[in-house]
């Protein structure tokens, strides 16, 4: 369960989806309301809502709507975007595919990003965009062609997702940060993240999880060593395992096992990630991953009667498909056909009986003879 939140449900001492640790959330029958990920992503989504006039170079149209404030001055701002040229639809760029949320500042941004700072700086926790951005405020009359590549005076079109913010007077990036300072962010985050899913505000937790996740990128945990990435990982972990743990109950199978895949990448006898993963692949119908998975688990945490209550189920479901088999193709070929008696030839029958008239005959004759 979230740190210094009362339990959300009980859950068997023994169970891994409850987990060792308070920092991770136990998930049973709540729903799950989080917005889906932007799908196919090949061209800018069609969207209806009004043309919002930000700056004259500026325009933004809502696609969902965000919650609380909107970021001040030198907040670090977390988005995912794609990008697209506005004349010959080429998408250019797109954190989603890539995985990787992308920091600015508002009004540290870079020259060719100075549009998007201005439209994600309009914008609220949560919400998603299209920003209609001039050439001016992007790329400018040069253009780039190396990456991204980007024609000279190119209107540009940005599907925008703000994920979340940190006010800092200072307007200090993740770059400029101790390590300290870094995990201490993150950490708030989780725990922010802890306090809205309590209050059933499963949206709002998975945005703060998602930025904790982000403090601590690969870049960042590259350089640590020691109690300090001991102490990274503390942070980061959690937040993956609470993510998986939603992603389940939202039926967000494959986004599950990636969260979970993260974990064991750094944990490999993480019970809990491989219980979570195990889960996802046996309702993705992977039977044996899942079974492997389970084994794993069980070898680490022997006693627990939720992992062995999985592979019960599986092998259940194996005997199931056997029967289910057997009758399928009891069915398909029929009984074994049983072997008739061979018809005797008629010409074979009349001489037998000849054979045996003369006998008879030649019989008689010799009685009366005698």
Not at 211 to 221: I, K, Q, R
Not at 241 to 246: H, P, S, T, Y
């Amino acid at each position: 369960m979230p740190e210094d939140a009362a339990p959300i449900a009980p859950a068997p001492a023994s169970d891994p989806t409850a987990g060792s640790s308070d920092d991770e959330i136990t998930v049973e029958d709540a729903p799950f309301a989080r917005t889906e990920l932007p799908q196919d992503g090949s061209a800018p989504p069609v969207v209806t809502t009004d043309m919002e006039v930000l700056h004259d170079k500026v325009k933004k149209q809502v696609i969902k709507e965000g919650h609380g404030k909107i970021p001040s001055k030198f907040s670090t701002c977390f988005v995912h975007y794609r990008a697209w040229v506005q004349s010959s639809m080429h998408k250019f760029e797109d954190t989603w595919q890539e995985q990787h949320p992308v920091e600015i500042v508002i009004g540290k941004e870079k020259k060719q990003m100075s549009g998007l700072g201005i439209g994600v700086g309009h914008m609220k926790s949560g919400e998603r965009a299209l920003l209609h951005v001039s050439w001016e405020l992007g790329y400018g009359k040069e253009g780039s062609f190396s990456f991204p590549n980007v024609p000279p005076s190119a209107d540009l079109i940005y599907e925008v997702e703000l994920i979340g913010f940190d006010d800092a007077k200072e307007g200090k990036a993740r770059s400029d940060m101790t390590v300290e300072e870094r995990i201490e962010a993150a950490d708030r985050r989780k725990l922010e993240g802890n306090d809205y899913f309590k209050e059933k505000k499963f949206e709002e937790a998975m945005q703060q999880y998602e930025m904790a996740v982000a403090y601590m990128g690969d870049d960042f945990m590259f350089q640590l060593f020691g109690k300090y990435r001991d102490m990274a990982l503390a942070v980061k972990n959690p937040c993956h395992l609470n993510m998986a743990a939603c992603l389940i109950k939202q039926k967000r199978f494959d986004e599950a096992i990636a969260q979970c895949s993260i974990v064991l990448s750094e944990d490999e006898t993480n019970v809990k990630a491989l219980f979570r993963r195990g889960k996802a692949r046996a309702e993705l119908g992977q039977t044996e991953s899942a079974r492997e998975d389970f084994l794993k688990a069980k070898k680490h945490s022997p006693e627990d009667k939720e992992i062995m209550r999985e592979l019960r189920s599986l092998a259940e479901q194996d005997k199931a498909m056997y029967q289910k088999q057997r009758e399928l193709y009891k069915g398909l070929f029929g009984p074994r056909p049983q072997p008739k008696p061979k018809a005797k030839n008629f010409a074979v029958l009349f001489w037998q009986w000849l054979v045996s008239l003369v006998r008879y005959l030649a019989t008689m004759f010799t009685g009366k003879n005698d």
